[in-house]
């Protein structure tokens, strides 16, 4: 005779059935099934009746067993996504700092690590053409010398950050939120060095090119190569970047010079770059086309296959918030009423109106207060408190809204094979007593 296991059991090794029988046919939560799901937590309820039909507990959707962690000199634990490339994502408890330092930025390569440049790096050569009448060839020092310097807080975000929020699973990194920085960039304009190299009419896009060999080894082959509009390129704010936090930048960061595209995806950023070129059509480098960094302009249907012919490039990425001082999993002590919480929101191109959090799975929600942002493209922050009615299993739901009114939705949206511009509200479970 068949044994069938209890819902405790099943929650712990097969949370798929588990969530089937305890939601039912048509999502709604059985008696028994809460105190079960209570059972699997560890802890009472008091707003279990109030989850939305068909959603898992986040301490039950997100258990993952063992997570692997990158340990590298001048970098804190981070988690590691993939080591060819080298993929590492930080917690968003590591998120906290108002200028993300440089040993908790993220880390996102798409090829090989190239060998640290040992010259003098104001030697270092960078190149501008194509659709120019004057064509430049720069020394890292001709960089700084000829052009203004500015200092700036600027975000920068993988395309795919909150990937593993899709369902169903799509291909890349299984970022969570953590693929994002907000460090201090001293550069030049990259508007600056166009205007130098005189534009033509017919300039209306760029490609950038970088020193990292491809991950193959193939030496006729990029490892990236990504271009945008001429218009963003001449954004004051999109930079050639020297240092980063006041100090030169980390090898496995582009040193000695990296471009700084911010709002929009990091794989616009050119890490060790050598060249941008100026191009009448949009650049076919590594990285453009097809389903690359590309958006369904209409919805598909999840989980197909599609070769992206139809879609658009990404641009200004989505609004979203990050919970910083309260990681998921947080066990507070006995009767603990008020809980302070603080984090960032961002919103690509443009800035983060106001976040709301919610501990009753989205029945009444709380506003925050928000700070302006330093500066354009800087992240900012958040912070206020919530009030529990007792001990027991609570989740911190927070999302944020951007000045054109959009905010962070219930779920992944737009769900596309590569699995760019996922920005579901944040869930972080705690447990008070």
Not at 6 to 15: K, M, N, Q, T
Not at 36 to 58: E, I, K, N, Q, S
Not at 285 to 313: C, E, H, K, W
Not at 395 to 421: C, F, I, L, S
């Amino acid at each position: 005779m068949k044994t069938e296991r209890s819902l405790v059991e099943l929650f712990a090794s097969d949370p798929e059935r588990a969530e089937a029988l305890a939601w039912g046919r048509r999502g709604a939560l059985k008696g028994v099934s809460l105190a079960a799901v209570g059972m699997a937590l560890g802890a009472a309820m008091p707003f279990g009746t109030r989850m939305p039909g068909g959603l898992l507990p986040a301490a039950l959707a997100q258990s993952a067993g063992d997570t692997p962690i990158l340990r590298m000199d001048g970098k804190v634990a981070l988690i590691l996504l993939g080591e060819r490339p080298l993929v590492a994502e930080t917690p968003e408890i590591m998120l906290d700092d108002d200028v993300t330092p440089a040993d908790k930025m993220f880390i996102r390569n798409n090829g090989q690590i190239p060998d640290r440049f040992a010259a003098d790096p104001k030697t270092w050569r960078f190149r501008l053409d194509g659709e120019v009448n004057n064509p430049l060839d720069l020394s890292l020092g001709d960089l700084e010398s000829r052009f203004e310097a500015v200092t700036m807080r600027l975000q920068m975000e993988c395309g795919g950050n909150g990937r593993a929020a899709f369902v169903p699973e799509t291909r890349g990194n299984q970022w969570n939120n953590g693929a994002i920085s907000n460090c201090e960039w001293t550069g030049v304009r990259l508007r600056d060095v166009i205007r130098a190299a005189g534009p033509k009419e017919s300039a209306r896009f760029t490609g950038h090119f970088g020193a990292d060999p491809h991950l193959s080894g193939a030496t006729d082959r990029a490892a990236i190569s990504r271009g945008m509009p001429v218009a963003k390129a001449m954004e004051e704010h999109t930079i050639i970047a020297t240092r980063m936090n006041g100090q030169p930048i980390p090898q496995i960061h582009g040193y000695p010079l990296r471009l700084v595209v911010p709002g929009w995806p990091g794989s616009l950023s050119q890490k060790w770059l050598t060249r941008i070129t100026l191009l009448a059509e949009p650049h076919r480098g590594q990285g453009m086309g097809g389903t690359s960094y590309r958006l369904p302009v209409r919805p598909i249907v999840p989980g197909s296959q599609n070769d992206g012919a139809t879609f658009a490039d990404m641009t200004s990425m989505p609004v979203r918030s990050v919970l910083t001082n309260l990681a998921h999993g947080t066990r507070l002590p006995a009767n603990t009423r008020r809980v302070d919480l603080r984090g960032h929101a961002w919103a690509g191109d443009d800035e983060a109106r106001a976040v709301h959090v919610s501990v009753d799975f989205g029945a009444t929600w709380h506003e925050m207060a928000l700070s302006p942002p330093p500066n354009r493209y800087s992240w900012q922050r958040w912070a206020g408190a919530v009030e529990l009615p007792s001990d027991g299993y609570f989740e911190v739901w927070h999302r944020a809204t951007d000045t054109k009114g959009r905010m962070q939705p219930h779920v992944a949206p737009n769900w596309n094979p590569q699995g760019y511009g996922a920005n579901a509200i944040g869930r972080a479970a705690i447990l008070v007593g």
